[in-house]
């Protein structure tokens, strides 16, 4: 058994992947903690993190085997279902016009939970990396260089969230959750040390300049812009539309605290609440409608779109829909609607053509110091393959000294021997284990900061491996290989 535990990531984004694909797999933020714990019981994952935004759903993990940690997560992602929680189900159920009971909505439940991909369709869209590729492009993405808009702020924002909920739940193990931390610094180090974030847009600001370039040049400051949803994003749009001239927009939120919080912040915009169960004749009055909600069912569908009356002839007489939600809010067969035109997050790439060049100078700007963290981590992740050998060792010599220990107190006899005496010979034994192991111990310990230190330390370390049989590393697998199956077993 040559194969040693891999750090991986897997899934999909809006590189590989259309959101049809990507909406499939999202995975709600209160949710993560539950797939996290789904991952690590499968028999080769040790650690996982989930991180799922609007534009990736990536699986990033510790696997005791590459390929049967890679296939256990390909069909762990085929079978997960699109998770819903109770504010989810409370947003489905004030949105439709009639009334549903408690079976209706667990049939909805159940239908979204079985609705998997097959893994000959998954493969089709799927990227995967491993160790330093892995790594790297974790970085790259608290930096914001895997982004739509390079540069954006938010994905660092969400990197942080993965920590804080790893955190609370329990679920991030050693490994990632340094990886994440020294992502977090690479991406703060990338904004701070470039200007890349200089003039960066937003996938929110993206969906704003996207709508105003549809709209008529004479009528963007006067169109009825309607916001559904009053979370971060929905936040940002606001704030932008504001930035841009409008002076008025109405939010359709669930509570009205959060768009209070907004027109606090937003003293230059006329901001007017609506409750979500009247969204619909928000949307009738609306020239532009934004939508940025949790939402895992569509909240406008074809017929809810057909039903609204058209818009003035100066706009000329199409609603606009930006869906910015992954999930999606707004149906695509809204678009077969003549008096409605629908755009979603994969749209926006026509807004964020602008400035490539400008953009890909400042990306290599930033992989210098995405290459300085990765080598921070990986010197780090090196270190710590010293401490099986050292606890093995230790272990080892410690079994000899009890049974010399033992077969010298068995020849003098346990009558010839005060408790006083018998505690001093212990001491001396484990003493003079102590003193031998003092200098081996010495010469695997690296904090990994000096490479040629490190070097050094991990070729004592594999010199003692060998001198003392002791095969850290298959041991080490096996062991927690068949403690995970023995667990599995044991539930099952």
Not at 195 to 206: F, R
Not at 255 to 276: C, N, T
Not at 445 to 456: A, F, I, V, W
Request: hydrophobic share 40%; proline share 2%.
């Amino acid at each position: 058994m040559k194969e040693k535990s891999s750090i991986a990531v897997i899934g999909l984004s809006i590189h590989t992947a259309p959101v049809e694909m990507r909406e499939k797999l999202a995975v709600a933020e209160e949710l993560w903690p539950r797939a996290v714990a789904e991952l690590t019981n499968l028999n080769h994952i040790e650690e996982a993190a989930v991180l799922s935004t609007c534009n990736r759903m990536e699986i990033y993990v510790v696997a005791l085997s590459w390929n049967r940690g890679i296939r256990e997560i390909v069909d762990w992602m085929s079978k997960v279902r699109v998770l819903l929680s109770t504010d989810h189900l409370l947003v489905f159920c004030c949105c439709s016009r009639t009334q549903f009971g408690v079976e209706a909505l667990t049939q909805h439940f159940l239908f979204l939970q079985k609705s998997g991909i097959p893994v000959s369709e998954l493969r089709e869209h799927l990227f995967m990396l491993r160790d330093s590729d892995a790594t790297r492009h974790l970085f790259e993405v608290s930096s914001g260089l895997d982004s739509l808009v390079l540069g954006e702020g938010q994905i660092l924002a969400q990197v942080k969230q993965v920590v804080r909920s790893g955190q609370n739940s329990g679920g991030l193990g050693k490994n990632i959750d340094r990886m994440f931390k020294d992502a977090i610094t690479a991406g703060k180090r990338v904004r701070s040390e470039t200007n890349i974030s200089c003039g960066a847009v937003s996938v929110s600001s993206a969906a704003v300049e996207l709508a105003l370039m549809k709209l008529p040049k004479s009528e963007c400051l006067s169109a009825r812009m309607l916001l559904i949803g009053a979370g971060k994003m929905g936040r940002l749009v606001a704030k932008h539309l504001a930035a841009k001239g409008c002076t008025k927009v109405v939010i359709v939120n669930r509570s009205v605290e959060r768009v209070d919080a907004i027109r606090e912040e937003m003293k230059g915009i006329e901001i007017v609440y609506r409750p979500l169960t009247e969204m619909y004749e928000a949307a009738a009055d609306a020239d532009v409608v934004f939508t940025s909600t949790s939402s895992e069912s569509p909240l406008f569908t074809k017929e809810r779109a057909e039903a609204l009356p058209p818009v003035s002839g100066a706009l000329g007489g199409v609603r606009l829909f930006v869906d910015i939600s992954v999930p999606r809010n707004v149906s695509a067969c809204v678009s077969d609607v003549g008096h409605a035109r629908v755009y979603n997050v994969d749209d926006l790439k026509e807004v964020v053509e602008a400035n490539k060049e400008d953009r890909l100078r400042k990306a290599m700007e930033a992989q210098t110091i995405i290459s300085e963290e990765l080598k921070r981590f990986e010197a780090w992740r090196d270190s710590m393959e010293t401490v099986p050998t050292i606890k093995k060792l230790r272990s080892y010599a410690d079994r000899i000294r009890a049974s010399e220990l033992d077969k010298c107190l068995q020849k003098i006899g346990e009558d010839a021997l005060t408790k006083k005496m018998r505690k001093s010979i212990e001491q001396l034994s484990t003493g003079i284990v102590n003193r031998l192991l003092h200098g081996p111990l010495q010469h695997l310990r690296c904090d990994g900061t000096d490479s040629r230190t490190l070097d050094e330390t991990l070729e004592n370390m594999h010199a003692l491996n060998r001198m003392f049989g002791l095969d850290t590393e298959k041991a080490v697998m096996e062991q927690k290989i068949k403690t995970k199956v023995e667990k599995q077993q044991t539930q099952n």
